[in-house]
């Protein structure tokens, strides 16, 4: 059949193509003119790729979803449809058989609608390809996954040309990462992740161990003046470098990394007992021992759950390690489960069972913890055990059992919080998470600090007043700077030529004081709430994800319930989190063993589709989300 449009003669033509099993009849305006072939190769590959792109939808559904559509659809329902159709496979067949076109377009448009956050986020990690019967080539464009690819190029250059295999502060991602685009040199106050794998060790990520390094030394006074009480004055202990959890392998990985030095580790928080947070405790202060003379170095300083100070005992007593380091225990007492949590007397195990609304205001945090729940636990065991501590063994006297404060200004849900040390300026407190066992989180919190003197104010006026100030006492004239520094607000000071220097005028503000809160393994971090809000950085577990073309037969929902029932946590909650508190920063750790932590652009592509999915939920920015990596060094700036 022929018919004239415009300038040219088409001919109609019903092409039947057998396309993946199926025969495929396209609508084909061929042209009398050779001219035009290329627009009716064009109008053949674009229903090649609808019909593709239809199965493409249809085998990314769940079975709910695609048994919602079969519902909603034109199609022909016989009775018992439904219930014939049990498997994925048959439902995506019976579709793409019998789905009428007002059907198939409705699908299309629903997968043309996906934002661009969500291509880059949940797109297909495979190449899209023309079916090969049809004998067409497809259009030159870049598929999903190279699409991402070249993002990850185009965000770390060196990628892309070379081999990068440097850690710590060489790794190209320290150098290259939208985080670091501000500043990516050390301060007074670092976050260095020695470890940020679940579970085990592995090749490319070692287990659960993060470090605060406190360089206080570096806060220099202004020149000539003597540092005030905040600034050279600090307690020793307040200095050095904490370790949040010591996982297995934790030993091995100090030594690899030049940021952290065993002989300035002077206290170490556990979060809970599970293995990849504490297995490496004894091993790490067996390489701190190798350089600390007991009969002069301060102890370290070690808190966490009850039941720790028993089982470190018997680990380093079995293992006869005299080489520890001086030390003492605190212990972190009345941990309570989360209501969420319910045990099975049988196995005496805890499992998941969520919070319903019809019970969730009855449901409260407990006031006993797991010594008042099970009493065969190793927590209701430990404190009755025969073993002494022995000065032999390191451990000295000073170990402190730290209760709960339930009615604490700053709790949240009606959960506790612990006061868990105070070293001068900087406080540690702790709540409880929501996990399989006694897990809390700290918040690490420094108080705020003088605001700095105004030295291009002040010094002019002093160096015009030497020999003036000398004679009203001043043996060290420069020294009058320092006394207008701790000027009380509304006084001033008058310099002998008859300048008034105002406190307000020659004093900054105060500075606030920096906030660092650092989550344990859990399925909620709600009880931390009141304590991290607007804090400068949430540490917060991301241990699985969602990611569409990588995971079969499961989805966003499926993969969160199942952390959630294991106490963990996905991106998408701990954004939820950081949202609520008001973070400036979210840094994610403790990842499944499957998502690697090496350089390759493979694994930086993953890495790069979960931040997203926590900068969706968080609300920050590329600048503020990082899916960490071990060795990463994370400055934490003052105000």
């Known amino acids: ?120 986020n949940d797109s297909p990690s495979h190449p899209i390809s023309m079916p090969k019967r049809l004998g067409l080539k497809a259009p030159n464009v870049l598929s999903a996954k190279d699409t991402l690819f070249q993002k990850v190029y185009e965000m770390y250059p060196p990628l892309k040309d070379q081999e990068c295999v440097s850690l710590g502060e060489e790794d190209v991602r320290q150098l290259w990462h939208p985080a670091f685009r501000n500043s990516n040199t050390s301060g007074d106050m670092d976050v260095i992740f020695v470890g940020t794998a679940s579970c085990s060790p592995g090749i490319t990520r070692g287990v659960s161990c993060t ?112 080489i520890v380091p001086n030390y003492r225990v605190h212990e972190i007492k009345d941990i309570p489960m989360a209501p969420e949590w319910e045990m099975n007397r049988k196995t005496g195990r805890y499992f998941y069972k969520g919070l319903r609304r019809k019970n969730s205001r009855q449901k409260r945090w407990g006031d006993q913890g797991l010594a008042g ?26 170990g402190t059992d730290i209760y709960p404060i339930y009615n604490h200004p700053k709790a949240s849900d009606g959960a506790p919080i612990w006061e868990v040390s105070k070293a001068d300026d900087i406080k540690v407190f702790a709540a409880p998470m929501s996990h399989g066992v006694p897990c809390v989180g700290y918040v690490v919190e420094e108080e705020s600090r003088p605001g700095r003197l105004r030295n291009d104010l002040v010094k002019p006026i002093v160096e015009r007043n030497l020999a003036a100030l000398k004679e009203a006492g001043f043996k060290v004239p420069m020294k009058a700077m320092a006394v207008i520094k ?29 906030k660092i809160a650092i989550c344990g393994d859990t399925a909620s971090a709600r009880a931390l709430a009141g304590l991290a809000i607007d804090a400068d950085v949430v540490i917060h577990e991301a241990t699985n994800s969602y990611l569409s073309g990588i995971d079969k037969d499961t989805d966003m929902r499926g993969v969160t319930r199942d952390a959630m029932i294991h106490g963990h946590s996905t991106p998408h909650i ?6 609520r508190v008001r973070a400036k920063t979210l840094l994610l750790n403790h990842f499944s063993a499957r998502y690697k932590g090496d350089q390759t652009v493979e694994s930086v592509s993953i890495m790069t589709r979960i931040e997203r999915q926590a900068i969706i939920a968080s609300g920050l920015n590329q600048t503020q989300v990082a899916a960490t990596w071990d060795f990463m060094v994370f400055p934490i700036r003052s105000p």
């Open 1 to 120: 059949m022929k018919f004239r449009g415009g300038q040219h003669i088409f001919s109609v033509v019903v092409l039947h193509l057998f396309c993946y099993g199926n025969v495929l009849s396209v609508l084909a305006f061929v042209p009398t003119n050779k001219n035009q072939c290329r627009a009716t190769h064009s109008v053949v590959a674009f229903s090649a790729y609808n019909d593709f792109d239809l199965e493409q939808s249809l085998d990314s559904m769940t079975v709910k979803d695609l048994r919602q559509i079969l519902k909603e659809s034109n199609v022909n329902k016989p009775r018992g449809l439904l219930t014939k159709l049990k498997r994925k496979q048959d439902l995506v067949e019976y579709l793409k058989t019998n789905l009428v076109s007002s059907d198939r377009e409705s699908i299309l448009n629903r997968k043309d609608n996906i934002s661009s956050q969500e291509i880059s």
């Open 211 to 322: 470090a605060l390094r406190l360089n206080l030394n570096n806060r220099k006074p202004i020149a000539g003046v003597p540092a005030g009480p905040y600034e050279g004055t600090l307690d020793v202990s307040a200095g050095g470098t904490w370790l949040f959890d010591c996982g297995e392998c934790t030993q091995l990985q100090v030594q690899r990394t030049p940021s952290v030095r065993p002989s300035k580790i002077n206290r170490i928080f556990i979060t809970h007992a599970h293995g990849d947070h504490s297995f490496g405790l004894p091993g790490i202060l067996c390489l701190m021992g190798q350089d600390r003379d007991r009969e002069t170095s301060e102890p370290v300083e070690i808190y966490g759950p009850e039941g720790l100070r028993m089982w470190l005992r018997v680990a380093i007593r079995y293992s006869v390690s005299r």
């Open 373 to 398: 729940e099970d009493r065969q636990s190793w927590i209701s065991k430990a404190d009755m055990m025969n073993l002494d501590p022995s000065s032999r063994y390191g451990e000295v006297e000073g």
């Open 486 to 514: 701790n000027l009380q607000p509304g006084s001033a000071f008058t310099f002998p030529d008859g300048t008034v220097v105002t406190q307000e005028e020659a004093v900054e503000p105060p500075r606030r004081g920096r």
């Open 574 to 579: 701990a954004g939820e989190f950081a949202k």
